[in-house]
C-alpha cells in the first residue's frame, strides 16, 4: 500500500509541474490514458490513493485540458460519490475541484447547483479549518458568476450565518496574535520580516470631472482584507468568509441586510470581545454592498464604533479603526460636530495607541478620512500635524512607512491650506531629519520621497527653503541608478541589476517640487543635468520609468519651458514612439506632456504635428480606450489644433465626434479651455469637417458652466453661423433631435 501511495504522491508532483506538457502532441497525449485511470482510483480504498488521485486530476481543470473535458461528466459523478468521504484531505480536494469548476465549466454544474451548494454549506463548517476554507472559496468563486444571484438568493438565509461565524478569530489566532494578553508593544523593535515589500505608484496625469471637489476614480479601494492581521498565515477562514461576505453584499446589496441584520445586534453588543470584534468585521465588510440599506441605521451604529476604539482589547480597537474607515464617506457628507469631529479626536488617540497594530490601523484608517474629507479636515489642522509629528517620535519601522502615508495623503487632501509657516515648523523638520538620515541606497526613501512629494505641491512656495538639498538629491538618484543600469547592461556577470524605483520615485518628487514651485524651480534646474538624464529616463526599457519622465517632462515644461526648449527636437521623436496604448500610463503622460509643450512652442510646433497627430487620431478612434486616456488625447489635440490650425483642421472629422464625447464631462479649467479653443479655430479652417456630427458639438458647447467671454463668443458664431448656413426650417427640424435638457442649455446660453 505504502508503495503505491508513494508513486501517486510522485504522479502528484509529475501532474503539478508538467499539467500543460502532458496534454500536449509531443508525448502523444498520455493525458487521454491518464484521466480515466485516476478516475478509477478515486473510488480505491485507501484514502491517501483517493486524495493524491482527486488531485491530480485538478490539475487540469484550470487549463481545461481536452482530455479532462472529455471525460468531465464521469469526473463530476465521481466528485459526487466522494462528498461525503470520512478523509478530511479527500473532503478538501473535492471542494477544491468543485470551486475550479465553477471558473471553468460552470455550464455542468447549472444541473445539479442546488445539491452543490447544499453540499458547500456543510463543507463551510468542516470540523477541519482547511476543508472549511476550501469550501470557503466557493462562495468568492460563485459571487463572480452571472448564475450568482439567481443561484444563491434562496439559500441565503442559511448562508450568512455560517460565513458571519467564519468571521471569529480562532482560538490558535488569539495565541499567535497575543489577543488576550494586553499587549503594550510600542517599545519593541519590528523584525525586517514584519515588514511587507512595497510598491511605489507612478505618476498619472489626470483630469477633474464634474462633481464632488477632489472626487476620482479609485480602483484601487477593494482593500477587504486590509482588516486583518499580517502574522497570521496570510489567508484563512476568517478573511476568506470576510471576502466571500464582501463580494456577496456586492452582489445582493441591500436585499443581504434581512439576514445580517438580526445576528449583527446580538454580535456588536456581546460581552465576548472575540465575538463583538466579529460583528466589528462584519459591518466593515458589507460597507461598499449595502451602503444604501446601512445608512439609516449609522446614527446609532458610528457612535457605538467610535466607542469601540477605546476597548480594553487591542484587536478589537484595531477592527473598529477599519470598519470606520469602511464608513468614512458617509460620517464627512452628515454636519462635522456631529460624526467627523468625534472620530477624528480618536482616531488621532489611537495613531498614538500603545499597541502597535492599533498604531498602524488607525493610520490607515485616518488615511482613508483624509481622502474622503479633503478641506474639511482644515479647521483641525494644526491638531492633526502635533499627533502625526509625536507619532513620529513613537513609531517603530513598519509603522513609520504608514505614517508618511498619512501625512502625504493629508498634503494631498488640504493643498495650499498647509502652506502656513506655523504648519510648516512642526512638519518639516521631523521629515528633513528622516531625509538626511537615510543613506541612499535604504528602500525607506521610497515611502519618503512619496510623501514628500506631496508636501512639496501642497506647499508650493513654503517648500522653498528646503528645495534645494531635495532637488539635488533626487537627481544624484537618478544619476546612480542609470549609471548602475549602464554597468549592468555591459557587464550582467559582473554588476547587480539596478532597484529602478529609487529613479522612479526621485522622478516623482522632481514633479512634485516643479509642480509646487513653479517658475521658482527655475535656477535649480539651470544648475543641473537634469534635462540630459531625462532623455535617457524617456528611453528606458521599463515602462514606469518612462511614464514618471513624461510626467516630469510635462511639469517642468509649464515650470521653465527656456530649458525644456533646446530638447524639443530629440525629445518630440521619443514622445511619438510612445504614443502606444499597449503601455496605458506611459501613453497617458506622453500625451499630457505633448499638450503641455504644444501650449509654450506655439506656431513653431508645426514641424512636429506629423509625428505625433497620426497616433492620437488613431487613440481617439480606439474602442475600449480608458477615459482619462482619451480626455488627454482630446485635450491635447485640441491644443495642437489651436497652435497649429492648418496642419490638424484638415482631419477634423476624423475625430470630432470622439472629441466631443470624452470632454463633455470634464469640469471647466484651463486645459479645456485651450483644447476647446483649438476646436474652434479648426472648425473656422474646415468648417464642412463638424457638419456631420454638429449634434456632439452642441452637446460638448453645453457642458460648459461658464467659459470665457470671448470662448462663449466663439461657441456663440459658430452656433449661429451652423444655424444660418441651414436656414431656420432645417434648423428647428435638427434641434428637435436635442434631448430636453441640452435645448434649454443652447437657448438660455447662446440664443439658438
Given at each position: 500500500m505504502s508503495v503505491s501511495q508513494g508513486s501517486f504522491g510522485a504522479l502528484q508532483k509529475i501532474c503539478e509541474d508538467s499539467s500543460e506538457l502532458l496534454d500536449s502532441d509531443a508525448l502523444n497525449r498520455p493525458l487521454n490514458i491518464m484521466i480515466p485511470k485516476f478516475l478509477q482510483f478515486f473510488k480505491h480504498c485507501s484514502p491517501k490513493i483517493r486524495s493524491h488521485a482527486i488531485a491530480c486530476v485538478n490539475q487540469f481543470i484550470i487549463g481545461r485540458a481536452q482530455?479532462?473535458?472529455?471525460?468531465?461528466?464521469?469526473?463530476?459523478?465521481?466528485?459526487?460519490?466522494?462528498?461525503?468521504?470520512?478523509?478530511?484531505?479527500?473532503?478538501?480536494?473535492?471542494?477544491?475541484?468543485?470551486?475550479?469548476?465553477?471558473?471553468?465549466?460552470?455550464?455542468?454544474?447549472?444541473?445539479?447547483?442546488?445539491?452543490?451548494?447544499?453540499?458547500?454549506?456543510?463543507?463551510?463548517?468542516?470540523?477541519?479549518?482547511?476543508?472549511?476554507?476550501?469550501?470557503?472559496?466557493?462562495?468568492?468563486?460563485?459571487?463572480?458568476?452571472?448564475?450568482?444571484?439567481?443561484?444563491?438568493?434562496?439559500?441565503?438565509?442559511?448562508?450568512?450565518?455560517?460565513?458571519?461565524?467564519?468571521?471569529?478569530?480562532?482560538?490558535?489566532?488569539?495565541?499567535?496574535?497575543?489577543?488576550?494578553?494586553?499587549?503594550e508593544d510600542e517599545a519593541v523593535p519590528d523584525s525586517d520580516q514584519d515588514i511587507k515589500p512595497r510598491f511605489h505608484k507612478s505618476r498619472t496625469v489626470t483630469l477633474q470631472h464634474e462633481g464632488a471637489e477632489g472626487e476620482q476614480d479609485n480602483d484601487d479601494d477593494d482593500d477587504d482584507d486590509d482588516d486583518d492581521d499580517d502574522t497570521l498565515s496570510d489567508w484563512n477562514l476568517r478573511k476568506c468568509s470576510a471576502a466571500a461576505l464582501d463580494v456577496l453584499a456586492n452582489v445582493f446589496r441591500d436585499d443581504l441586510l434581512p439576514h445580517l441584520l438580526p445576528l449583527l445586534k446580538g454580535l456588536l453588543f456581546h460581552p465576548d470581545w472575540v465575538i463583538k470584534?466579529?460583528?466589528?468585521?462584519?459591518?466593515?465588510?458589507?460597507?461598499?454592498?449595502?451602503?444604501?440599506?446601512?445608512?439609516?441605521?449609522?446614527?446609532?451604529?458610528?457612535?457605538?464604533?467610535?466607542?469601540?476604539?477605546?476597548?480594553?482589547?487591542?484587536?478589537?480597537?484595531?477592527?473598529?479603526?477599519?470598519?470606520?474607515?469602511?464608513?468614512?464617506?458617509?460620517?464627512?457628507?452628515?454636519?462635522?460636530?456631529?460624526?467627523?469631529?468625534?472620530?477624528?479626536?480618536?482616531?488621532?488617540?489611537?495613531?498614538?495607541?500603545?499597541?502597535?497594530?492599533?498604531?498602524?490601523?488607525?493610520?490607515?484608517?485616518?488615511?482613508?478620512?483624509?481622502?474622503?474629507?479633503?478641506?474639511?479636515?482644515?479647521?483641525?489642522?494644526?491638531?492633526?500635524?502635533?499627533?502625526?509629528?509625536?507619532?513620529?517620535?513613537?513609531?517603530?519601522?513598519?509603522?513609520?512607512?504608514?505614517?508618511?502615508?498619512?501625512?502625504?495623503?493629508?498634503?494631498?487632501?488640504?493643498?495650499?491650506?498647509?502652506?502656513?509657516?506655523?504648519?510648516?515648523?512642526?512638519?518639516?523638520?521631523?521629515?528633513?531629519?528622516?531625509?538626511?538620515?537615510?543613506?541612499?541606497?535604504?528602500?525607506?526613501?521610497f515611502p519618503l520621497l512619496e510623501c514628500l512629494s506631496s508636501v512639496a505641491t501642497?506647499?508650493?512656495?513654503?517648500?522653498?527653503?528646503?528645495?534645494?538639498?531635495?532637488?539635488?538629491?533626487?537627481?544624484?538618484?537618478?544619476?546612480?541608478?542609470?549609471?548602475?543600469?549602464?554597468?549592468?547592461?555591459?557587464?550582467?556577470?559582473?554588476?547587480?541589476?539596478?532597484?529602478?524605483?529609487?529613479?522612479?520615485?526621485?522622478?516623482?518628487?522632481?514633479?512634485?517640487?516643479?509642480?509646487?514651485?513653479?517658475?521658482?524651480?527655475?535656477?535649480?534646474?539651470?544648475?543641473?543635468?537634469?534635462?540630459?538624464?531625462?532623455?535617457?529616463?524617456?528611453?528606458?526599457?521599463?515602462?514606469?520609468?518612462?511614464?514618471?519622465?513624461?510626467?516630469?517632462?510635462?511639469?517642468?515644461?509649464?515650470?521653465?519651458?527656456?530649458?525644456?526648449?533646446?530638447?524639443?527636437?530629440?525629445?518630440?521623436?521619443?514622445?511619438?514612439?510612445?504614443?502606444?496604448?499597449?503601455?496605458?500610463?506611459?501613453?497617458?503622460?506622453?500625451?499630457?506632456?505633448?499638450?503641455?509643450?504644444?501650449?509654450?512652442?506655439?506656431?513653431?510646433?508645426?514641424?512636429?504635428?506629423?509625428v505625433v497627430l497620426p497616433n492620437l487620431v488613431e487613440i481617439i478612434n480606439r474602442p475600449n480606450t480608458p477615459k482619462t486616456l482619451l480626455e488627454n488625447t482630446a485635450i491635447t489635440i485640441g491644443r495642437l489644433g489651436y497652435v497649429c490650425p492648418q496642419e490638424v483642421a484638415p482631419q477634423l472629422q476624423q475625430f470630432i465626434r470622439p472629441w466631443c464625447t470624452s470632454l463633455r464631462n470634464i469640469r471647466d479649467n484651463e486645459e479645456k479651455d485651450s483644447a476647446f479653443r483649438g476646436i474652434c479655430v479648426m472648425i473656422g479652417v474646415n468648417p464642412a469637417g463638424v457638419v456631420q456630427d454638429f449634434i456632439f458639438f452642441c452637446d460638448a458647447v453645453a457642458s460648459w458652466v461658464n467659459p470665457k467671454d470671448d470662448l462663449r463668443d466663439m461657441f456663440y458664431k459658430i452656433l449661429h453661423g451652423f444655424k444660418d448656413q441651414v436656414g431656420e426650417e432645417n434648423w428647428q427640424q435638427f434641434s428637435e433631435q436635442f434631448p430636453p435638457l441640452l435645448k434649454e442649455r443652447l437657448s438660455a446660453c447662446y440664443g439658438v
Open positions: 482530455a479532462l473535458m472529455d471525460n468531465i461528466d464521469t469526473f463530476i459523478e465521481s466528485l459526487f460519490a466522494l462528498a461525503a468521504d470520512e478523509d478530511s484531505e479527500v473532503r478538501k480536494n473535492v471542494c477544491r475541484a468543485l470551486v475550479m469548476l465553477l471558473e471553468v465549466r460552470v455550464d455542468r454544474l447549472i444541473p445539479h447547483m442546488h445539491s452543490i451548494i447544499q453540499y458547500m454549506l456543510q463543507r463551510t463548517q468542516d470540523p477541519d479549518e482547511n476543508v472549511a476554507l476550501e469550501a470557503c472559496e466557493f462562495w468568492l468563486t460563485l459571487a463572480e458568476q452571472p448564475i450568482c444571484k439567481e443561484s444563491l438568493s434562496g439559500h441565503l438565509a442559511q448562508l450568512t450565518p455560517i460565513l458571519v461565524n467564519g468571521m471569529k478569530y480562532s482560538e490558535i489566532d488569539i495565541i499567535l496574535l497575543k489577543g488576550d494578553v494586553e499587549e470584534e466579529s460583528g466589528i468585521l462584519v459591518l466593515g465588510a458589507i460597507a461598499e454592498g449595502c451602503m444604501q440599506g446601512m445608512v439609516a441605521y449609522l446614527p446609532e451604529l458610528i457612535p457605538h464604533l467610535i466607542a469601540c476604539l477605546c476597548e480594553k482589547k487591542a484587536l478589537v480597537r484595531s477592527i473598529a479603526c477599519w470598519t470606520l474607515s469602511r464608513y468614512a464617506h458617509w460620517v464627512v457628507s452628515q454636519p462635522p460636530d456631529s460624526y467627523l469631529k468625534p472620530l477624528m479626536t480618536e482616531l488621532l488617540k489611537r495613531i498614538l495607541d500603545s499597541n502597535k497594530r492599533v498604531q498602524e490601523a488607525a493610520c490607515s484608517a485616518f488615511a482613508t478620512l483624509e481622502e474622503e474629507a479633503c478641506t474639511e479636515l482644515v479647521p483641525y489642522l494644526s491638531f492633526i500635524l502635533d499627533t502625526l509629528v509625536f507619532a513620529f517620535g513613537k513609531y517603530q519601522h513598519k509603522n513609520l512607512l504608514i505614517l508618511y502615508d498619512a501625512i502625504g495623503t493629508l498634503a494631498d487632501s488640504v493643498g495650499h491650506h498647509l502652506n502656513q509657516p506655523e504648519y510648516i515648523q512642526k512638519l518639516m523638520p521631523p521629515l528633513i531629519a528622516k531625509w538626511n538620515e537615510l543613506k541612499d541606497e535604504d528602500k525607506d526613501l501642497a506647499l508650493q512656495s513654503g517648500f522653498l527653503p528646503y528645495c534645494e538639498p531635495v532637488y539635488q538629491r533626487c537627481v544624484t538618484l537618478v544619476q546612480k541608478t542609470l549609471a548602475q543600469a549602464m554597468m549592468y547592461n555591459q557587464h550582467p556577470d559582473q554588476y547587480e541589476a539596478p532597484d529602478k524605483d529609487f529613479m522612479i520615485v526621485a522622478l516623482d518628487l522632481l514633479s512634485g517640487l516643479a509642480e509646487g514651485l513653479g517658475a521658482s524651480v527655475e535656477q535649480l534646474v539651470s544648475r543641473s543635468n537634469i534635462m540630459t538624464l531625462l532623455f535617457q529616463c524617456m528611453q528606458d526599457t521599463m515602462p514606469e520609468v518612462r511614464q514618471s519622465s513624461f510626467a516630469l517632462l510635462g511639469d517642468l515644461t509649464k515650470a521653465c519651458f527656456l530649458h525644456v526648449k533646446p530638447c524639443i527636437a530629440e525629445f518630440m521623436p521619443i514622445l511619438g514612439l510612445n504614443l502606444n496604448p499597449e503601455f496605458i500610463s506611459v501613453c497617458n503622460n506622453a500625451t499630457w506632456a505633448i499638450g503641455e509643450i504644444a501650449m509654450q512652442m506655439g506656431a513653431e510646433m508645426q514641424p512636429y504635428v506629423g
